[in-house]
Every structure is written in structure tokens, then in C-alpha cells.
């Protein structure tokens, strides 16, 4: 069966420094994989959205690349603020099926 | 602008009692979703629908029924709750290039 697990629930930063979260995946091969930021009690908000013929997609403070050979994506959040904190999800998606991670838990220190 | 909005935000209920929750959108987005969010596991696809009139099953669809009589609004049903749909129900819709739009949640706890 289809598996996503994202690195660690909860990862602790400094203010400052690069964050990078990692979305794995077993048994799917996903048109695109999409990334999500979740605060407490609201729903998620979309950040960036790579497609498997692309490598590397770019926002702002944001960067996400996708290997599907490692079936893997990596997020980073460059020169992080405690505004980051928050929980990512990163969803896998191909046609209408849609797949998302538990998420982990960024908080980032002053 | 409202986006997704969701009714209610939270309700409680007794095993075997029936609701129905209400998405609506004013996006005019043809695609809408029902997910669940339980502790420790990601969202979950209950049933989702492609346009006006057409729903289909998602990853989890037992024990729920859906409706899209209207583009801009979606419901799900809970015929009979049992205590292992307690969860947190979220909507969203989808644009043409696919960033989906979600709800603030609805929190139901089944007694």
C-alpha cells in the first residue's frame, strides 16, 4: 500500500538558519507532490507545488526539490523566523487521488 | 471573497445520530474534497467531486455519503456517527492549477 512518511513530527531551529523537511514515499509514483503550511485550529494553506518532470521549484524564502528516483522531496525554508513555525504537509497527488503526510511540526527560536 | 467556509465549526453527537456538514465555495472551482485529520496521521480523502452532479469515493468512504446539487457547495452526511468518525472534517476546493483552497474544519466529537 501507498506510504508517506515525513522525517521527524517535530523539528526544533534557530532563528536564522535553514530549515529542511523531507516527505518519502513508497509504492506511488505521483504527478506532482504539493506543500502545505497547517497553524493550530485552521486548515492548510498551499505553499508550492513541483511536478515529476521538474526538479526544483522556487518562492520567495522557499525551495522544494523532488527526486522521484529516491521518491523523495525536500523542503527548505532559508533565513527561518519564528513566524515559520507552524506544521508542513506535503501531499502526492495523480489524477484524483490525493495522499498526505502526518506533517512535521517546525518550531523555529529566537 | 469568502473562499471555503464550512458549517459548523464544531458539534457534538451520539453514536447513531445522523448530521450533515456544508462546504460552499465561491471560488467557482469545479473540484471539491472532504478530508479527515486524525492525531498522527495525515489527511485523509473521504469522497471528493469533479463538477456539479458527480461524486466519487476517496480513500475512506465508508460510513459517509456526499452531495453536489449546487457547483458552489458540497455536503457530507453521516447517516449513523459511530465514535470512530470523531475527527476533524475538512473541505477544499481546487483551481485550474491544482492549488486546493481549504476550510477552517468542522470539529466532530460522536459520544
Known amino acids: 500500500s501507498q506510504k508517506i512518511e515525513q522525517n521527524s513530527e517535530a523539528l526544533n531551529i534557530q532563528e536564522g538558519k535553514t530549515a529542511t523537511l523531507t516527505c518519502n514515499y513508497t509504492?506511488?509514483?505521483?504527478?506532482?507532490l504539493q506543500w502545505y503550511r497547517q497553524d493550530p485550529g485552521r486548515g492548510p494553506v498551499f505553499l508550492l507545488l513541483?511536478?515529476?518532470?521538474?526538479k526544483e521549484k522556487r518562492k520567495e524564502r522557499l525551495k522544494v526539490t523532488f527526486d522521484t528516483t529516491l521518491k523523495q522531496s525536500l523542503f527548505h525554508i532559508t533565513a527561518s523566523q519564528p513566524a515559520d513555525s507552524a506544521t508542513y504537509l506535503c501531499?502526492?497527488?495523480?489524477?484524483?487521488?490525493?495522499?498526505f503526510g502526518a506533517g512535521t511540526r517546525l518550531t523555529v527560536k529566537p | 471573497n469568502a473562499g471555503v467556509t464550512q458549517t459548523p465549526k464544531f458539534r457534538v453527537l451520539k453514536t447513531g445520530q445522523s448530521m450533515t456538514l456544508l462546504c460552499a465555495q465561491d471560488?467557482?472551482?469545479?473540484?471539491m474534497y472532504w478530508y479527515r485529520q486524525d492525531p498522527g496521521m495525515g489527511l485523509r480523502l473521504i469522497h471528493y467531486?469533479?463538477?456539479?452532479?458527480?461524486?466519487a469515493k476517496g480513500e475512506v468512504p465508508d460510513g459517509y455519503n456526499v452531495s453536489r446539487l449546487k457547483k458552489q457547495n458540497f455536503l457530507l452526511g453521516l447517516e449513523s456517527a459511530a465514535p470512530s468518525q470523531t475527527s476533524v472534517y475538512f473541505c477544499a476546493s481546487m483551481d485550474a492549477k491544482e492549488t486546493q483552497y481549504f476550510g477552517p474544519g468542522t470539529r466532530l466529537l460522536v459520544l
Open positions: 501531499a502526492l497527488a495523480r489524477g484524483n487521488d490525493m495522499r
Open positions: 509504492n506511488y509514483s505521483p504527478a506532482y
Open positions: 467531486s469533479v463538477g456539479e452532479g458527480t461524486t
Open positions: 513541483i511536478r515529476e518532470n521538474e
Open positions: 471560488m467557482n472551482h469545479e473540484y
